[in-house]
C-alpha cells in the first residue's frame, strides 16, 4: 500500500479535528521532559508521547546509541495506550520544528502504519493560525493498532562504514559537531569518514515549515546526492536523523536511517572519525 502524504497543514488538521489521532512529541536534549509545556496548552485532543521512555529502549547497552530503536511489541504497548488504530490518520507534532515528532512519524512508518503525518510548521503553525488550545491530560480510549517492525529501511554500524563507497551518507548534525569543533555530548568529536555535512535545520524556512519538495531535491544534489545512488542519515543519536529522512523523502529519496548514529560510532574506538569541513 502506498503510503499517504507526510506533511498535513494546521488548516487541513484543524478541519479534521476528532476525526484523527494526534500525537505531541515535545522533547529536546536541554529540555528532554515536555509534559510540562504539553499540560501547559496542546492541541486539542492531542495525547502526550514521551520520546525517552517510549520511542527509544534505553535497557540496550550504551555501544547501541544513547537513543536505541524501541522493540516492536513495546511500541504496540504504547501506541495502543496513546488510543492508535490501524484504520485512523496519525498526526504528529511538536514545537521545535518537527525535530523530534519525526522520529514517532518513523517509527510507526517502520511499524506499518500507512497514513502518519507530520504537522507541518509544528505547534508554532497551529498558533500562528490562531486556533485554540487545550489544558490538561488527554487520556484516550485504549487503542487496537497492530504494529510490525522493518517497513523502512535502517543501515547498521557496518553499513555506516562502508556508505560512502556507493552512497551518499548525510550527517544531520550540526556543522560544528560535524567538524569536530566541539562534541558536547558524545565520547569522541567528529563526524564518520564520508559522510557529508547537511545540518537538519537547514530543511526549514524561517517559520519552521519544510522547504518545498523541489527545494528539498535542490539542496541535496547540491550537497553531492546522486539520484541513481543511495542515501542514508545519521545524527548524534537517531531521533534528529529522522527529520533528515522525512526530508530526504519529500524531495524524491529513498532514504535509509542509521539508528545508532554518531552516539553509537563514537563508543567504538575502533572506529575511525573524521574532522574538518564536508567534502562537498
Excluded: K
Aim: one cysteine or more.
Amino acid at each position: 500500500m502506498t503510503a499517504s502524504p507526510p506533511l498535513i497543514t494546521a488548516r487541513d488538521l484543524h478541519g479534521v479535528l476528532g476525526a484523527v489521532s494526534i500525537l505531541d512529541v515535545r522533547w529536546r536534549l536541554d529540555q528532554p521532559d515536555g509534559r510540562p509545556d504539553y499540560l501547559a496548552g496542546h492541541i486539542p485532543g492531542a495525547v502526550y508521547v514521551d520520546l525517552d521512555t517510549e520511542l527509544a529502549d534505553h535497557s540496550r547497552p550504551a555501544t547501541e546509541g544513547r537513543h536505541p530503536l524501541p522493540q516492536a511489541g513495546a511500541l504496540q504497548v504504547a501506541a495502543r495506550r496513546w488510543g492508535l488504530r490501524n484504520d485512523r490518520t496519525v498526526i504528529v507534532y511538536d514545537d521545535l520544528g518537527n525535530m523530534s515528532a519525526a522520529r514517532a512519524w518513523w517509527l510507526l512508518r517502520d511499524g506499518g502504519l500507512d497514513d502518519v503525518r507530520v504537522l507541518d510548521g509544528a505547534l508554532g503553525a497551529w498558533r500562528a493560525e490562531g486556533y485554540p488550545l487545550e489544558t490538561g491530560e488527554v487520556v484516550p480510549r485504549p487503542g487496537d493498532v497492530r504494529l510490525r517492525h522493518g517497513v523502512m529501511p535502517v543501515i547498521g554500524l557496518d553499513d555506516a562504514a562502508g556508505f560512502p563507497d556507493h552512497g551518499t551518507l548525510f550527517d544531520a548534525r550540526a556543522a560544528e559537531r560535524y567538524r569536530g569543533d566541539q562534541e558536547p555530548i558524545d565520547p569522541r568529536a567528529g563526524h564518520i569518514p564520508g559522510a557529508v555535512s547537511a545540518p537538519s535545520a537547514a530543511n526549514l524556512d524561517p517559520d519552521g515549515r519544510f522547504l518545498s519538495p523541489e527545494q528539498l531535491r535542490a539542496r541535496f544534489l547540491e550537497l553531492g546526492a546522486d539520484p541513481g545512488a543511495p542515501v542514508a542519515a545519521y545524527c548524534g543519536s537517531g531521533v534528529v536523523a529522522a527529520h533528515e529522512v522525512l526530508a530526504l523523502t519529500l524531495s524524491g529519496f529513498a532514504p535509509a536511517l542509521y539508528p545508532g548514529s554518531w552516539s553509537q560510532w563514537s563508543q567504538h574506538p575502533d572506529r575511525p572519525v573524521a574532522t574538518g569541513p564536508s567534502p562537498r
